[in-house]
């Protein structure tokens, strides 16, 4: 949940939390979320929805990506959601979530060169890239960090050889990433700000090597992910997961010719802000344009 004021050119924000639902891994196993998933993830709604009506929101909008996009019973998600909240519930293409990310990062102001943005989560990944002059381009690839590690990790740390099988299969999925020659890439979400805290540079750095992903996957490493997280006050499913994160990240790397990457920590939660405070009604039918920015 991101709660904030628009102020000025810049968010504010008021309230920032996460909860680790699992609904990907529910997905994974039995296609639909079920009952009990439902009811939890209605709850967690919920009470963001409450809080945001307490803190005098103007509006809320709910977003369902890829485990919700997914799910058999995705549209008695979107249902219970909306009946237990009084909020629409938008269950997200990867090319809508793609750009929304774009804005967060962009603060929706006009691009002045060819960017790229990349949202890596826990079970997909979504690309996009704008330029001064031409149409927006987005599309979603199924790989995250927690799909990869579910697939390919069975030890605590993951081996050496978990390791390079999940580095064979990022390279073979990103193959299918959008064309682009991008002279600045931006890295999104949980994965790409955590490398950056198991690394010597830290937090106040926002820029993401090749030498520095490196040094955060030896560090991830070695000790069992609880160990870790304690070290590095991690999130202990999300230090589980994150030595994927170092491996998507190294071969987008490889795959676009970089050696170095700016993290963002805006992304899609601030373009849906900004989008839906701009056009309150009918921003999916325009996120294409808006890609492009509009404030000044």
Same mark, same amino acid.
């Given at each position: 949940m991101l709660i904030a004021?628009?102020?000025?050119?810049?968010?504010?924000?008021? $309230?920032? &939390?996460?909860?680790? /639902?699992?609904? @990907?891994?529910?997905? %994974?196993?039995?296609?639909?979320?079920?009952? #009990?998933?439902?009811? &939890?993830?209605?709850?967690? /709604?919920?009470?963001? #929805?409450? =809080? !945001?009506?307490?803190?005098?929101a103007a509006g809320i909008t709910f977003l369902g990506t890829e485990p919700i996009r997914r799910a058999a019973d995705a549209e008695r998600v979107v249902h219970e959601v909306e009946s237990i909240s009084g909020v629409p519930l938008h269950v997200l293409s990867h090319e809508e979530e793609a750009y929304l990310t774009l804005i967060g990062v962009t603060h929706g102001r006009p691009v002045t060169h060819e960017t790229l943005v990349v949202d890596i989560g826990g079970?997909?990944?979504?690309?996009?890239?704008? @330029?001064? @002059?031409?149409?927006?381009?987005? !599309?979603?690839?199924?790989?995250?960090?927690?799909?990869?590690?579910?697939?390919?990790?069975?030890?605590?740390?993951?081996? %050496? %050889? &978990?390791?390079a099988r999940m580095l064979a299969d990022a390279d073979e999925l990103l193959r299918g990433a959008i064309d682009?020659?991008?002279?600045?890439? $931006?890295? $999104?979400?949980? =994965?790409?700000?955590?490398?950056?805290?198991?690394?010597?540079?830290?937090?106040?750095? =926002?820029?993401? =090597?090749?030498?520095?992903?490196?040094? +955060?996957? +030896?560090?991830?490493?070695? !000790?069992? #992910?609880? $160990?870790?997280?304690?070290?590095?006050?991690?999130?202990?499913?999300?230090?589980?997961?994150?030595?994927?994160? !170092?491996?998507?990240? %190294?071969?987008?790397?490889r795959r676009y010719g970089i050696d170095r990457a700016r993290v963002s920590e805006a992304g899609m939660r601030e373009g849906a802000i900004l989008v839906a405070d701009h056009l309150p009604r009918g921003w999916r039918d325009r996120l294409t344009e808006l890609a492009h920015g509009w404030r000044t």
């Open positions: 004021a628009i102020a000025g050119h810049q968010l504010r924000p008021l $309230v920032d &939390e996460s909860v680790f /639902l699992g609904l @990907g891994a529910a997905v %994974d196993t039995r296609a639909h979320l079920g009952a #009990a998933a439902r009811a &939890e993830l209605a709850q967690a /709604l919920f009470r963001y #929805a409450t =809080t !945001a009506r307490q803190l005098g079970g997909s990944s979504e690309f996009c890239a704008v @330029g001064p @002059g031409g149409r927006a381009r987005a !599309a979603g690839l199924r790989i995250g960090s927690n799909r990869l590690t579910a697939e390919r990790v069975r030890t605590d740390p993951a081996s %050496d %050889d &978990e390791i682009a020659h991008p002279s600045e890439v $931006v890295v $999104v979400g949980g =994965t790409a700000s955590n490398l950056l805290k198991v690394t010597n540079a830290g937090t106040g750095d =926002t820029t993401i =090597t090749r030498a520095r992903l490196a040094e +955060a996957l +030896a560090n991830l490493t070695t !000790a069992p #992910a609880e $160990v870790t997280a304690e070290r590095y006050l991690l999130n202990p499913t999300r230090a589980r997961i994150l030595p994927a994160g !170092a491996v998507i990240v %190294d071969a987008l790397m």
